[in-house]
C-alpha cells in the first residue's frame, strides 16, 4: 500500500542526444542571443547597462582603465579611482547631504527656540510690534 501511495504519474524526460550534449554551438548560432559557452569571457558585453546603452558610470571606469594600464605606480590613478567609485556608490554625496540635512535640523530647532521667545513675549503681555512703524527697536 506505501508503494501506491508514493508513486506517481510523472511524464517521461525528453530526449537529449549525447551528441547535441558534447558539441558546443558556435558563437554565430541564431538560437537565441545570450549563449553561454566555456570562454564566455569573450562573448561578454561589459559596460552596457540593462536598456543596452552605456551604463553611467562607464565613462569613469574607462578612465581609470585607461590610467591604470599607463600607469608606473597603481597610486597614479587615486583620482580616477575615486571617481569611478563615487559614481557608483555615492559615498561622498550621502556625506554631504547628511551634512546638510543635519544643518538644516540645527537650524530649524535654532528658529524654533527663537518662535517659543517671541510667543512667550507675547503670552506675558509685552507690547509687540508688528513692524510697520521702523523704530530703533526695528533696525
Known sequence: MAASTNSRNYPPLPFVPKSSLSEPKPAHSTDSALQLSPNASSNMA???????????????????????????????????????LEC???????????????????KELHSGSDARKAAEKAATGVVVSLGLVEGEEGK
Not at 95 to 106: D, L, P, S, T
Open 46 to 84: 561589459s559596460g552596457f547597462g540593462y536598456t543596452g546603452g552605456r551604463t553611467r558610470c562607464f565613462p569613469f571606469w574607462q578612465e581609470f582603465s585607461k590610467c591604470y594600464a599607463n600607469a608606473d605606480k597603481p597610486t597614479d590613478c587615486i583620482a580616477p579611482k575615486d571617481d569611478y
Open 88 to 106: 557608483l556608490h555615492n559615498t561622498k554625496e550621502i556625506a554631504r547631504a547628511k551634512e546638510v540635512k543635519a544643518h538644516f535640523i540645527q
